[in-house]
């Protein structure tokens, strides 16, 4: 591997949102970095330490870093990685498919005006979705059970018409999946099962049963439901409508992965991954054991693809689930309440795309999916014309933005950031942050919350300015804005993330 001791981390502009980080020797394609120069400086060393580790690692071919990148898990929170030859569970994360969807509702924006009703609506979603690490169905009275046969055909075989009916879940929501279901390493359902079965019977998957019971729940740290207020750009209004938007209406943003299955899965590829990087003696690139990788084609490689879409496939009925019992909650509180899903869209996933004319392995580490209209994996598919929707969560005081890919996402790997990113460490947060000044700005914007006290590392201080973050999006000619979300309520856990 290139020595990168004494590099000197300049990026150096290309755009008015642009910039690209050389390798060491002009060792290969250099990694793109989309940020305002504002942005750019909330880049630390450690960051750009982290991506040029990832970019020289064995078989990567491209790097991309977004506005919201910050310090991660071997590679950089924020970042896109490719590779035609290897895979690495690294730029995925242990929170496999962690996603975000959007579920616009009928109500007017005055439905929910007054305090009252959104409290009620509080209760009632949270007796149904129970929220932070390890909780499940049995915190939510009015939760739905699934049981152990169940959850296994769920893993293997993902948001099918029959799993989404056996969940009171409206079947035609999964046209609104990015992916909907995940298959095994040679493209069969049948590699999942063989799979899930030899983890459970080698002891490797003793908490299965107990995991399969946080299907329909909100994990801790930055994983929340919003009750939003739709505002649709003047100059979007055609887009909106084929995203199912509505104007001045109400809508629920959630924020959630494959909770503790997805991270008992990820957690065992990294101790059989660096294992065999320690019987081999194989060095980790740049001496981190959390870039560990395998070839493609490899046993390891095939384990570690199988596991990613049983963890998928959880994440996905997760977020299924947690709709169809949020809608069933503002039922309760405003009977006759209807919604539809807008979109449902990952931002910690690996997936086979066409880079630089090669079918290519492109691991979205906090990165989202960026296809504008007329990309050929759209076809068939309702936005085939206009792009898919982009949610991208902000803060609860400064908002949150649905948007759609412009042809300019091509630079970034069809990719562009999965929110605003913190500029503070958790830690950083607790120690710098004041309780009562967090909990009364809340107050002040009247957004309630189920928290007494809002967390501290979640607050909106603790991220970045997202107004630069977007604008680094669309002066790099990566997408458009569509509408603004704006909160009405945040249900939330001060528990630890599971990302």
């Not at 330490?49 to 690692?57: E, P, T, Y």
Request: proline share 5%; glycine share 10%.
């Amino acid at each position: 591997m290139t020595n990168t001791a004494n590099y000197n981390y300049d990026l150096i502009p290309t755009g008015e949102a642009t910039a690209i980080l050389p390798l060491p020797g002009d060792a290969g394609q250099p990694i793109t970095v989309i940020g305002t120069p504002a942005i750019r400086e909330t880049f630390d060393n450690d960051c750009l330490k982290q991506a040029l580790n990832s970019r020289l690692a064995p078989g990567v071919t491209d790097l991309v870093i977004n506005p919201d990148a910050h310090i991660g898990y071997g590679a950089p929170v924020g970042c896109v990685m490719a590779s035609p030859t290897h895979i690495y569970p690294g730029p995925v994360g242990v929170d496999i498919k962690c996603s975000m969807s959007l579920l616009q509702l009928d109500l007017p924006a005055d439905a929910v005006a007054d305090k009252p009703v959104r409290r009620a609506l509080i209760e009632a979603i949270c007796q149904r979705v129970p929220t932070g690490a390890g909780k499940g169905q049995r915190q939510a009275p009015k939760s739905r059970r699934v049981h152990e046969q169940m959850g296994r055909i769920i893993a293997a075989e993902g948001a099918t018409k029959q799993n989404l009916e056996m969940l009171g879940i409206p079947r035609h929501w999964r046209h609104r999946c990015e992916d909907a279901a995940h298959v095994g390493h040679d493209d069969t359902n049948a590699a999942l099962y063989t799979r899930l079965d030899r983890l459970i019977g080698e002891g490797r998957f003793r908490s299965f049963a107990n995991k399969i019971t946080q299907l329909g729940s909100y994990g801790g740290g930055n994983h929340f439901g919003e009750c939003e207020i739709v505002h649709v750009d003047e100059s979007q209004k055609e887009t909106a409508k084929v995203f199912g938007l509505k104007d001045n209406h109400v809508a629920f943003l959630s924020h959630c992965g494959s909770r503790g299955f997805g991270h008992d899965l990820a957690s065992g590829q990294f101790r059989a991954m660096q294992a065999k990087f320690n019987q081999w003696a194989i060095p980790f690139p740049g001496g981190d054991r959390q870039l560990c990788y395998a070839p493609l084609g490899t046993q390891e490689a095939n384990d570690y693809l199988d596991d990613m879409a049983l963890g998928a496939n959880f994440a996905t009925i997760n977020h299924m689930l947690i709709n169809a019992l949020v809608l069933e909650a503002f039922q309760e509180i405003i009977p006759g309440t209807t919604g539809n899903l807008v979109y449902f869209i990952s931002h910690n996933i690996a997936r086979k795309e066409i880079v630089n004319n090669k079918v290519s392995w492109v691991m979205r580490k906090g990165a989202t999916r960026a296809f504008p209209a007329g990309h050929h994996a759209l076809k068939d598919t309702p936005f085939e014309n206009t792009g898919h929707p982009i949610l991208l969560p902000g803060d609860p005081q400064r908002g949150s933005a649905v948007m759609v890919a412009q042809e300019g996402a091509a630079q970034s790997l069809y990719s562009v950031n999965h929110g605003a990113g913190r500029i503070l460490g958790r830690k950083a947060a607790k120690r710098q942050l004041d309780q009562q000044s967090i909990d009364q700005s809340f107050e002040d914007q009247d957004i309630l919350t189920n928290c007494r006290s809002y967390p501290r590392d979640e607050a909106p201080a603790a991220y970045k300015d997202f107004e630069e973050v977007l604008g680094s999006v669309k002066g790099a000619g990566l997408a458009t804005e569509v509408a603004r979300l704006k909160a009405r309520f945040v249900i939330k856990d001060a528990s630890k993330a599971d990302d």
